[in-house]
């Protein structure tokens, strides 16, 4: 059973940065299409950004340009890097490997993400 564990969420001002970090159990992190996700107060959760095994990104259109998907699979790790943050960007984000545009693996806890002055 995969386990995974999103952080680096916080509170910041529009226009700031953060930069989330996703650490998966398993080894065989590597061998999956990984995304990012997140999901606002009465809102379905939603895919943002995505990353395939080999390094091809794609993004939601919200969040093109602001935001970068990156892995270390030698860290069983994914990345998002937030640039750029809006208010409609707060959210709690949550990292997955992919099934189509859903999560393949039981969710971790997420991250909280809160953008506001």
Same mark, same amino acid.
């Given at each position: 059973?995969?386990?995974?564990? @999103?952080?680096? %969420?916080?509170?910041?001002?529009? %226009?700031?940065? &953060?930069?989330?970090?996703?650490?998966?159990?398993?080894?065989?992190?590597?061998?999956?299409?990984?995304?990012?996700?997140?999901?606002?107060?009465?809102? @379905?959760? @939603? $895919?943002?950004?995505?990353?395939?095994?080999?390094?091809?990104?794609?993004?939601? /259109?919200?969040?093109?340009?602001?935001?970068?998907?990156?892995?270390?699979?030698?860290?069983?790790?994914?990345?998002? #890097?937030?640039?750029? &943050?809006?208010?409609? /960007?707060?959210?709690?984000?949550?990292?997955?490997?992919?099934?189509? /545009? $859903?999560?393949?693996? /039981?969710?971790? #806890?997420?991250?909280?993400?809160?953008?506001?002055?």
């Amino acid at each position: 059973q995969v386990q995974l564990v @999103e952080s680096g %969420g916080g509170l910041v001002q529009p %226009g700031g940065s &953060l930069r989330l970090s996703c650490a998966s159990s398993g080894s065989i992190f590597r061998f999956y299409a990984m995304g990012w996700f997140r999901q606002a107060p009465g809102k @379905e959760r @939603e $895919l943002v950004a995505a990353i395939s095994v080999g390094g091809l990104t794609n993004y939601a /259109d919200s969040v093109k340009g602001r935001f970068t998907i990156s892995r270390d699979n030698a860290k069983n790790t994914v990345y998002l #890097q937030m640039n750029s &943050l809006k208010p409609e /960007d707060t959210a709690v984000y949550y990292c997955n490997a992919l099934h189509g /545009d $859903l999560g393949r693996w /039981d969710w971790g #806890q997420g991250t909280q993400v809160t953008v506001s002055s």
